[in-house]
């Protein structure tokens, strides 16, 4: 993740050297200012399943995504992919059910990814752990697209362990797990490792997050983006 200065100096040099259409696109709208209140700025909460935990390695087999608007979930917007991968799914079935059949019917990376990159213009992502999906996105972009794109991103879980540490909170083991934090802030179950599931799920978590912390409802974007 980086710092927003640093975010948006990565932002301008790509942007100068790019010849990818859709990244320069992806480009041409700004980040929102720190500035602004949290509600008048468009997020979208995004997970993905993949063959494994390591950025360097694993390929994406789905992912999902949905707009938070205004401070709400706007579920009629969401989209999820099935993506074909360069290899087999591999022992991460168990994990998220995806077979070779199934993903050998789905899109392939680089069109996904223009997708994601058309909605996210002048957004920011919320994902729960982001280091892995965004270091993943960031690695097939600079495949597909020449460079890694740079993704303006609040992590839920990094929320969280902050808000835990100024309080010198003990965590427990798995505490900080999605579906955990969902029951500690009083939300629903959800069946993890489906994507859009966890996209939605990752949605309600940072809106209870942010209003738990803020209940004057008086959050900026930079009081959450680092």
Known sequence: MFTRMRLNRRRSALARRTEAAVVR???????????????????????????????????????????????RVHLGAAKTFIVCPEGGVGQSATVHGLTDTAVRAGLPAERVLE????????????????????????????????????????????????????????????????????????????RSHNCLTDAIATAELFLAMVLTRYPADDATLGDLWG
Not at 37 to 58: K, N, P
Not at 131 to 137: A, E, F, K, Q
């Open 115 to 190: 997708s994601l990159l058309a909605d996210l213009a002048g957004k920011i992502l919320i994902v729960h752990h982001a280091p892995l999906d965004i270091g993943i996105l960031e690695r097939l972009a600079k495949l597909h697209f020449g460079a890694p794109v740079p993704f303006g991103v609040i992590d839920t879980l990094a929320l969280e362990r902050s808000r835990l540490s100024r309080h010198d909170t003990p965590t427990a083991k798995d505490g900080l797990r999605l579906m955990n934090l969902r029951t500690r802030y009083h939300l629903p179950d959800y």
């Open 25 to 71: 696109d992806y480009l041409a709208v700004d980040l929102p200012a720190a500035s602004r209140h949290w509600r008048d700025i468009a997020f979208v909460a995004l997970d993905m399943e993949t063959t494994g935990l390591d950025v360097a390695s694993a390929e994406m087999l789905s992912i999902g995504w949905v707009p938070v608007i205004g401070g």
